[in-house]
T-cell receptor, first 112, second 111 residues
Framework: EPEVTQTPSHQVTQMGQEVILRCVPISNHLYFYWYRQILGQKVEFLVSFYNNEISEKSEIFDDQFSVERPDGSNFTLKIRSTKLEDSAMYFC??????????FGDGTRLSIL | TQLLEQSPQFLSIQEGENLTVYCNSSSVFSSLQWYRQEPGEGPVLLVTVVTGGEVKKLKRLTFQFGDARKDSSLHITAAQPGDTGLYLCALNNTNAGKSTFGDGTTLTVKP
């Protein structure tokens, strides 16, 4: 069964550094999403992406965040200047026209 | 802001027991998904419910969507240790829109 893959599985970064989280969505999917889950808290929506542009973003997704689909397969989340409170699991999800969202296994981001 | 509440927050039972967990929304939604998440992994989709009153079965799991499309329940029959995990409900207001998650029910099934 096709799946969403995310790399790296764990990223450790110094505060203030830039980080890029990578995702390869399921190949025929059209809609792409990033979510985060701070330890012990609920899964929170960050941003959705369709037709090469952001379709919706949450209050969390401020100017420090950006997304890109640089080629036909990758979908990336960049955090320009990381803060301690950015430490969380970051999940990528994708969906087709009628299928529900499928999630990757996430990247654990630890900011020191 | 649409709120999604799940109950109970924690549930610990013995193998072989039955259980029901609940998901309630503050307003009507177009579809609802149930996911199961294990530590260190992403949510894995179990089912999508769309129609009011809809019932779906997945082996020992029975999912029900309330008639008014504001609530849903997940019933597990004869729970097994392998059912242990975090059960999340999530709603969507549009087909391509974001998913809004509840806080989840942490289920522990003891052998």
């Amino acid at each position: 069964e096709p799946e969403v893959t995310q790399t790296p599985s764990h990223q450790v970064t110094q505060m203030g550094q830039e980080v890029i989280l990578r995702c390869v969505p399921i190949s025929n999917h059209l809609y792409f999403y990033w979510y985060r889950q701070i330890l012990g808290q609920k899964v929170e929506f960050l941003v959705s992406f369709y037709n090469n542009e952001i379709s919706e973003k949450s209050e969390i997704f401020d100017d420090q965040f950006s997304v890109e689909r640089p080629d036909g397969s990758n979908f990336t989340l960049k955090i320009r200047s990381t803060k301690l409170e950015d430490s969380a699991m970051y999940f990528c999800a994708s969906k087709g026209e009628i299928q529900p969202q499928h999630f990757g296994d996430g990247t654990r981001l630890s900011i020191l | 802001t649409q709120l999604l509440e799940q109950s109970p927050q924690f549930l610990s039972i013995q193998e072989g027991e039955n259980l029901t967990v609940y998901c309630n929304s503050s307003s009507v939604f177009s579809s609802l998904q149930w996911y199961r998440q294990e530590p260190g992994e992403g949510p894995v989709l179990l089912v999508t419910v769309v129609t009011g009153g809809e019932v779906k079965k997945l082996k020992r799991l029975t999912f029900q969507f309330g008639d008014a499309r504001k609530d849903s329940s997940l019933h597990i029959t004869a729970a097994q240790p392998g059912d242990t995990g975090l059960y999340l409900c999530a709603l969507n207001n549009t087909n391509a829109g974001k998913s809004t998650f509840g806080d989840g029910t942490t289920l522990t099934v003891k052998p």
